[in-house]
């Protein structure tokens, strides 16, 4: 699972977040294109837009449980998102 410490800079607070072990493989951004956005900068998705309905939540699981390389975390509403992130374009 995602690690909260080293979240993507441009998450969006919320429940789903991704983290920078994302390999940029496009599963998540190809089923929830709403949601998940790509960082042109750091190859990677991030969370855009919290889901908001039954689907969008479901749907966002889903990318959790198939993504390749385990950069997508469901625990970011038990995070302090005050707390700056501790990453650095670094993949981990």
């Known amino acids: 699972m995602a690690d909260f410490r ?3 800079p441009h998450n969006v607070a919320g429940k789903f ?3 920078l072990r994302c390999l940029d ?3 998540c ?3 929830a294109p709403a949601i998940f956005s790509r960082d042109e900068t750091l190859n990677s998705s991030y969370v855009s837009r919290q889901p908001t309905t039954r689907e969008e939540i479901a749907t966002c699981e889903e ?3 198939r993504c ?3 950069a997508i975390g469901d625990d970011g509403d038990g995070g302090d998102w005050s ?3 501790e990453a650095t374009g670094k993949r981990t």
Request: hydrophobic share 30%.
């Open 83 to 85: 707390v700056p992130t």
């Open 68 to 70: 390749p390389c385990q």
């Open 25 to 27: 493989c496009v599963v």
């Open 29 to 31: 951004r190809e089923a």
């Open 63 to 65: 990318c959790l449980a």
């Open 6 to 8: 080293y979240r993507h």
């Open 17 to 19: 977040y991704t983290d």
